[in-house]
């Protein structure tokens, strides 16, 4: 059995910070990729940012320049700094890995539950 489990999230005003973490725990062989989702009320989950096992980022144009992806490969633990947030920032973030569970699986995508992020202005 694999978790994601977020936290972090919370209120804050525009123009602030904050930091979100995912940890994978569980049956875990390998983790390749881990990115982190939004959904925001009333629209589609939408990418943020990714990061590969060994490091490379992507992020989304809405977010380049403001956002940072990291990871603890030690740790399992994928992080979402966030700086100068908008209130168009305002959704639920979401956690996403890729994850082999032995070796004799294939890659499976898991999500976490989610953690809220209010940005007022």
């Known amino acids: 059995q694999v978790q994601l489990v977020e936290s972090g999230g919370g209120l804050v005003q525009a123009g602030g910070s904050l930091r979100l973490s995912c940890a994978a725990s569980g049956s875990i062989f390998s983790l390749n990729t881990m990115a982190w989702y939004r959904q925001a009320p009333g629209e589609q989950r939408e990418w943020v940012a990714s990061?590969?096992?060994?490091?490379?980022?992507n992020y989304a144009d809405s977010v380049k320049g403001r956002f940072t992806i990291s990871r603890d490969n030690d740790k399992n633990t994928v992080y979402l700094e966030m700086n100068s947030l908008k209130p168009e920032d305002t959704a639920v973030y979401y956690c996403?890995?890729?994850?082999?569970?032995?070796?004799?699986?294939?890659?499976?995508?898991?999500w976490g539950q989610g953690t809220h992020v209010v940005v007022s202005s």
């Open positions: 990061i590969s096992d060994d490091g490379d980022t």
């Open positions: 996403n890995a890729l994850i082999q569970v032995n070796f004799f699986s294939s890659f499976r995508n898991y």
